[in-house]
């Protein structure tokens, strides 16, 4: 039987991040994807001047009812931008639908550069934590995992000991696996920290120039598709650095492509490496 992963997160319709990405880069790692809407938005919220805003919580049970009715289920569940008030729709989705041995790959969306993101407010760390407890893997940022700890953000100047203290915290929380985004331990280089719950492995690229948005979103769906191929987690996490930096590199230089990253020109990329 093929496998089937549902991703749980919003619609930015326009923007390339959530949804707009994980399907097509899922789906062209060979996995049949399904998608359950968190909210719809009419473009993303970064650099836009305004934008629309539709809550879907409540299609959650009656979505759930149905796909129970038909015997739907899932090899897989990965979750990226949710409300605190879907998360325990979202756990009673992943009990109810998961087939024997299913993933759950969490990546904890709510913040980045030491701040919540907006609509977020300050209980929502506890409550994502709900959803990390158990997960197969979650794939924090530095400002999240700091947040998810009640930690301060430290944003630079750290060391390998302070990223392990980190990592270990974050498996205490009940994960079984981190993989712990936007480590730098030199400004030329940047990159993960893989931690399995015995031994902490890094993997680093040359940083890019360009910093622009979706490419969290794109990491994480590279991640859990190539999870779903069967390479290991340190192969994975690699992978999902690598496809981010051609995809960055393919954007850089197009200045009317400001509102994100032009990930389909790493499809390709993608592809071969999956395959080869």
């Known amino acids: ?32 994807t399904a998608v359950l809407p968190s909210s719809v938005l009419s473009n993303h ?17 009656l979505i759930l009812e149905r796909w129970l009715t038909e015997k739907i289920d899932f090899d897989a569940f990965y979750t990226g931008y949710v409300s605190k008030e879907q998360i325990p729709y979202i756990l009673e989705i992943m009990e109810k639908t998961a087939r024997k041995g299913a993933l759950r790959i969490v990546d904890p969306v709510m913040a980045d550069n030491g701040k919540m993101y907006a609509g977020f407010g ?8 709900k959803l990390c407890k158990g997960a197969d893997v979650i794939m924090p940022n530095l400002t999240e995992a700091a ?10 100047g750290y060391d390998k000991a302070f990223i392990e203290k980190m990592c270990r915290g974050l498996l205490a929380l009940g994960a079984k696996n981190v993989i ?12 993960v920290a893989v931690f399995d719950g015995k031994k902490i492995e890094y993997y680093f690229n040359e940083k890019q120039a360009l910093s622009t948005h979706g490419t969290g979103d794109l990491y994480a769906s590279v991640v859990a598709g190539s999870l779903l191929r069967g390479k290991s987690l340190l192969e994975a996490a ?12 393919q954007t850089a ?3 009317d492509h400001w509102y994100g990253v032009k990930f389909e020109k790493a499809l390709p990329y993608l592809i071969k490496r999956l395959n080869g």
Request: some cysteine.
């Open 147 to 156: 947040f998810l700890l009640g930690q301060t953000y430290v944003g630079e």
């Open 122 to 129: 300050d209980d929502f760390p506890e409550e994502m934590k």
């Open 180 to 191: 712990l985004t936007g480590v730098s331990f030199e400004s030329s280089k940047l990159g």
């Open 1 to 32: 039987m093929d496998k089937r992963l549902l991703t749980i997160q919003d619609i930015s319709c326009v923007g390339k991040c959530s949804l707009t990405v994980a399907l097509p880069v899922i789906s062209a790692c060979g996995i049949e």
């Open 238 to 249: 690699s992978l999902g650095a690598d496809v981010v930096v051609e995809a960055i590199k």
């Open 253 to 255: 230089g197009d200045k």
């Open 45 to 61: 919220t970064a650099g836009f001047s305004g934008w629309t805003f539709r809550d879907l919580t409540g299609d959650m049970p």
